[in-house]
């Protein structure tokens, strides 16, 4: 039977709301301690690979997901300096038949959404929204949570799910970010004021030195994702601010004007100055454990952040069900199977920044490396990415 305390999941992001769904799936409730003042997500879009819909799927919400995604015919690689195409991956019929999900891109907040909609329908997740979790002890028997205004919350266990800036992962770990010093703008324009010659059904990159451009639909088509990154001139600190239209005019110089005009679209833009930490082998704590961006912070480049948290939500219910009540047990198993899959990403995630921005010679390495490559080729290489999914993902001896 499970225990009458809930587990109580810091931070309502995609990866507490995962979590808390995949909790009460084994029979657990749940408390999600939020800091904003409501549940929600940032207007931005994300990118979602079909590991992402398997993780749905095993968490009840799958057709909530795939109702709200748009399906992109390719990924599309461009120089952004002389506008070769430099790399075209079909996500069409043969890539969702070998993957078994699609690929697809969709807002951020539909996700969240989805996830919310979801955990809501349980009646077995309590939102406490405008709770600040500061600390955490713990005993035999369970944990109890401090926030910041004094409360004590009682779980049998807690996870970290809050995010780049964690302070579950703070208190246990205490490491310190690594930043990139490459920066985001992020922006959503909707498709009247988007240029009818990028109107593409297509995630598709822009590649140039030290910086690259996005664009992709959202919403069927009525609105469009542009995010831009650059390497800042400037010492930069891990964060999120209000974009200056200014700044991002003044980077992107000698990038071709068909790219280039993606930056004076959005009439306000959010900032983020990036950084990503060290993988670290250990992120379970006794009754604690981390998870999604708390655990493994990562760089955009693979557009895998959320798609981690949510498989590392699937895999903790899974490692649960194993193991019954015991979460030192189930933590180790979660862990064990997370750890090496995650650091990947981190890891592939910067050697990816350095391919998109290349310089020189190394441009033109990249440029050469898939060229005349098969649809087949490029869906072998992401074999160990896409076809993770609730029945393979705990780790066996
Ligand atoms: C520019 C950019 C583009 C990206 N594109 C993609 C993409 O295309 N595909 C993809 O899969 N991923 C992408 N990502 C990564 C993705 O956004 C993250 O990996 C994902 O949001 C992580 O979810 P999370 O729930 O772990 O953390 P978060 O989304 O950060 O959620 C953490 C939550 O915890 C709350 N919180 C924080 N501290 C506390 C506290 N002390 N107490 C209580 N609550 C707290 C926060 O308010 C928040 O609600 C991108 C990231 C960036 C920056």
Redesign the pocket.
Known sequence: MPPKLPVIV???????LAAALALVRQGFSVKV????PQIGEIG?????GPN?FHAFDALGVGDKARGRAVYTDEMVMHDALDETLVGRIPTGEAFRKRFGNPYAVIH?VDVHLSLLEGAEETGRVEFLTG????RVEQDEAGVTVYDRAGNAHRGVALIG???????VRAQYVGDPPRVSGHV?Y?AVVDRKDFPQDLQWNAASIWVGPNCHLVHYPLRGGEQYNV?VTFHSRDQEEWGVTEGSPEEVQSYFQGICPKARQLIDLPKSWKR?A?ADREPIATWTFGRVAL????AHP?L?YL???????LEDAVTLGEAVRVNGNDFAKAFALYQASRVARTARIVLSAREMGRIFHAKGVERLVRNELWKGRSPERFYDAMEWLYGWNADNCLARD
Do not use: F, N, P, Y
Request: a negative charge; hydrophobic letters at 45%; charged letters at 15%.
């Open positions: 810091a931070g309502g992001g995609i990866g507490g301690l939020e800091q904003a931005a879009g994300i990118q979602l992402a951020r709770t600040h979790v500061e799910a809050d995010g780049v800036k964690s302070v985001v992020r995010v983020w990036t998870l999604g961006d708390a990562t955009q557009a895998q952040g959320a798609c981690m948290a």
